[in-house]
């Protein structure tokens, strides 16, 4: 262990532990001014955030660095005005903090009410995407949470760039100075400290790839809401609209193959695949998207490559997609339950009976019906920006919002009153 990387992170972590007292009580006007002054920021610096962000690009391709993961890091105009909308619309959003959630009165004359309250100082540790940067900051510090965020080494100067703005901003409008902390170290020691910050840090939430989270939720003594993997599906039933189903798919694989609401399964009735399948690997190869079936799929389609065990449980990230044909909705939930992540899973049909029981019976944090699997994120949702999809079933689960950033409080007044 590096000491003197522990020293840092446990000093930043005082630091917010101290601003997130003062924030707690922040007004809502000042926190969305804030909010507002950082999105500003971000448009007014994007030159050198780009800037910063083309020498990880550069180092990145040098490594040899996957296309998905280049995906991920790579920063352009659009992608800087995306993160400012998304502070602005955290900044419309309605305030959570001090909103009651129950009110009663007890036979003895007691008032009790539950009040949310901020959590308190909430660790991020996410690799490769610096729009995370800004997303948390976003949503930490509209909920009343000091953060300590720990980007991965892979994009230290854009997060560098962007968390050098945003705290210069934010403070400038009224935020407690520490409130909003970047750990600006490549050193993967700085991870391990985060995970013994009891006391410092109440709340731990990993960002990234398998390998990160399961090292955090196995190894952390902070208590950790887990952000896990998406190996989501898409089920075209018997009688579904096909050319809807096609247009799903595409979607759901190509829009974005590296984010986790990407498919990387698709399931097809044995009533529709004669026709759906060739039409969809046609659309596919059109899109670069390489193609793995399983013995009935590659009977349609026998130019596709042989789809394996593993390959039902991957997580691709990639313009890669497994093709299984199911003989009815019983085979296609049960195989979606036995591999999912509890993510985001999607039926496409034209019988209401199945997509209500797709619904009931898929285990995920997201179901849909007729829709993309793409559409699992807290913008679209309407919670501005999002720490995660939350993929457990505690406290919060699906995209992780304001709500999700929250704590309760109960206020009792009494009259006197003592217990017999």
Known sequence: MNNNIEEIVREQARAAKEASRRLAVTSSAVKDAALRAMAEALEENAAKILEANAGDMAAAREKGTPRAMLDRLMLDEKRIHGMADGLRQTAMLPDPIGEGEMETIRPNGLEIRRVKVPIGVIGIIYEARPNVTADAAALCLKSGNAVLLRGGSEALQSNRAVSRVLVEAAEKAGMPKGALQFIDSASRDAVGVMMNLTGLLDVIIPRGGAGLIRRVVTESAVPVIETGAGICHTFV????????????????????????NAMETILVHEGVAKEFLPKMAKAMREKDVELRGDEAARAVVPDMAVATEEDWATEYDDLILSVKIVKNIDEAIAHINR???GHSETI??????????????????????????????GFEFGFGAEIGISTQKLHA??????NELTSTKY????EGQIRA
């Open 348 to 377: 496409v049909t034209n019988d209401l009976n199945r997509a209500h029981r797709f619904q009931r019976e898929v285990d995920a944090a997201a179901v849909y019906v007729n829709a993309s699997t793409r559409f699992t994120d």
């Open 397 to 402: 689960r699906g995209p992780m919002g304001l």
């Open 411 to 414: 206020l009792i007044f009494g």
């Open 339 to 341: 591999y999912n992540t």
């Open 237 to 260: 039933d018997e009688g579904a609209d096909l050319d809807m189903a096609l247009r799903i798919a595409l979607n759901a694989k190509t829009s974005r193959p590296a984010v986790c």
